[in-house]
C-alpha cells in the first residue's frame, strides 16, 4: 500500500495544469511537508498538501521519516531517500533514472 491523495484545489493563481481535478495520486515521498507525486506528465513533482485531499494516509512501514530543523517532515522509500536524488533525476542522470523506474516497477506505479 502507499499514500494516496486526491487533486482538489485550483485557484487562479495556481492552475496546476500537469494535475487532473478528482483524480487520485500515489504520493512517492515527502519533502518540507509538500507531497512528491507523479503527475499527470508522468514527472515526479513536489506539490503543496493543501491542495490534495489524503484518499488513504498509509506509509509504507520501510519510509524513512526524519524531521527538519523547523519541525517540517521528509519521507521517502530507501530506494529515493538519498541527498540529491531527484535533482540528479531530472538532470538526467541514467543510474538515478534506472533506479527510479525500477522503483516504480516495484510498487506497480504506473506513470502516466
Do not use: C
Not at 68 to 78: D, L, N
Amino acid at each position: 500500500m502507499i499514500m494516496k491523495v486526491r487533486f482538489t484545489h485550483v485557484s487562479e493563481e495556481n492552475n496546476y495544469q500537469d494535475l487532473t481535478t478528482g483524480n487520485v495520486y500515489n504520493v512517492i515521498g515527502i519533502e518540507a511537508d509538500d507531497l512528491r507525486i507523479i503527475n499527470n506528465d508522468g514527472s515526479p513533482y513536489l506539490y503543496p498538501a493543501n491542495i490534495f485531499e489524503i484518499i488513504d494516509s498509509h506509509e509504507p512501514d520501510d519510509w524513512i521519516a526524519e524531521l527538519g530543523e523547523e519541525g517540517e517532515r521528509y519521507a521517502y522509500p530507501p530506494e529515493l531517500n538519498r541527498p540529491g536524488f531527484f535533482e540528479d533525476y531530472f538532470d538526467g542522470d541514467e543510474e538515478t533514472i534506472a533506479a527510479f523506474r525500477h522503483y516504480l516497477a516495484k510498487q506497480q506505479i504506473l506513470r502516466v
